[in-house]
């Protein structure tokens, strides 16, 4: 095949809008951010003083295994994949719960709180914007009758 008869791939032919990027990088930050925290209570579990040792590990590999869906759903979004926006909602909707319990504290827990809201917030804006729900290819409510 010469050049002028490559067929075009979905992402030559339309390029993935910046927004979608900037989604896909915060999601993937915060799958980031789950697993280096449960990596670090596993640590802690065996060379620290924990009270439970193998609750300290198993909160651990939870977090580590619960970073996996903001992990895949970046990725899904970078290759523009339709089914990466849900677990991508999902991960930011869970995020913003445990942000308010970081800023209910009285500690220095509260900036912690203050960048995973943020975060959070500044993901959704950008993963139901519609130029990102155009680019994933989800159609709007009654699209489906517009056919």
């Known amino acids: 095949m010469t050049k002028e008869q490559t067929p075009t791939t979905p992402e030559a032919a339309d390029p993935r809008p910046r927004r979608l990027t900037h989604a896909a990088a915060l999601t993937a930050l915060e799958g980031l951010a789950l697993t280096i925290g449960g990596l670090w209570v596993v640590v802690l579990g065996f060379v620290g003083q924990p009270t439970d040792r193998r609750q300290a590990v198993t909160l651990g590999v939870t977090l580590v295994v619960l970073a996996l869906l903001p992990l895949l759903a970046a990725r899904g979004l970078l290759a523009q994949r339709s089914w990466s926006r849900g677990p991508a909602v999902i991960t930011q909707i869970l995020a913003l719960p445990m942000a308010y319990g970081l800023l209910r504290a009285d500690s220095i827990a509260i900036p912690a709180g203050i960048a995973i809201a943020v975060t959070a ?27």
């Not at 959704?124 to 489906?144: D, F, K, Q, S, Y």
């Open 121 to 147: 917030v500044w993901a959704l804006v950008l993963l139901i914007n519609p130029e990102t729900t155009r680019a994933l290819g989800i159609r709007g409510p009654g699209a489906a009758q517009d056919r």
